[in-house]
């Protein structure tokens, strides 16, 4: 299976906004994930280092392999997204829209925002980023780690289209299960 993403966002001043868009069709979906365990893998890894521990404590060649570009993804995502929370530093919005196409009974559609607080840290955010958008993920089939790590690499695109010089973070992300 695969997926479409769509994302569109702004950032800076109503005087001088800069504009973002991205979109990629037919992306792997790979394995789902369960939130409990993810938010778990997430909150240990500090480094490259926690991430190879974590990633091969023992058994084969192979799943030390899979766990080590496991790792490697939650730990892009955790710094690309504590990027992109540092950048919105007390405004931001991110809103996920998630559709699974049906072709027999209507489609399924949740949407999940995500809103930056005041106060709330980076790695406090991105916890509760994952928390926020896992249900409208988990109706809609998109729980996979193809997702999380495509969504890694929007926050990297946004980061370095926008810069750092434009605060606040505001992107709207529509997700299609295919």
């Known amino acids: 299976m695969s ?3 769509f994302v569109s966002g702004i950032a800076g001043t109503k005087i001088s906004p800069t504009h973002f868009t991205y979109s990629a069709d037919n992306l792997p979906d ?3 994930f369960k939130t409990p ?3 778990s893998k997430l909150s240990t890894i500090k480094d490259a280092g926690d991430a190879v521990k974590e990633a091969a ?3 084969s060649l192979v799943d030390a392999l899979l766990g080590l570009g496991l790792m490697s993804m939650l730990g892009k995502l955790k710094i690309n997204t504590t990027a992109l929370m540092l950048k919105a530093g007390n405004h931001g919005k991110i809103m996920v829209s998630c ?3 049906n072709l027999l009974w209507v489609n399924t559609v949740r949407v999940s925002t995500f809103t ?4 709330s840290g980076p790695a406090k955010s ?3 980023f994952i928390s926020r958008v896992a249900p409208a993920l988990i109706e809609t089939n998109l729980n996979c780690f193809g997702v999380l790590d495509e969504l890694a690499n929007v926050f990297d695109k946004y980061n370095k289209q926008i810069g750092s010089d434009q605060p606040g973070v505001n992107l709207i992300i529509h997700l299609t299960k295919n």
């Open 30 to 32: 790979d394995d789902t």
């Open 3 to 5: 997926f479409n993403i």
């Open 126 to 128: 991105l916890v509760d």
């Open 37 to 39: 365990e993810l938010l």
């Open 99 to 101: 559709e699974e196409i």
């Open 57 to 59: 404590p023992s058994g």
């Open 116 to 119: 930056v607080l005041p106060g």
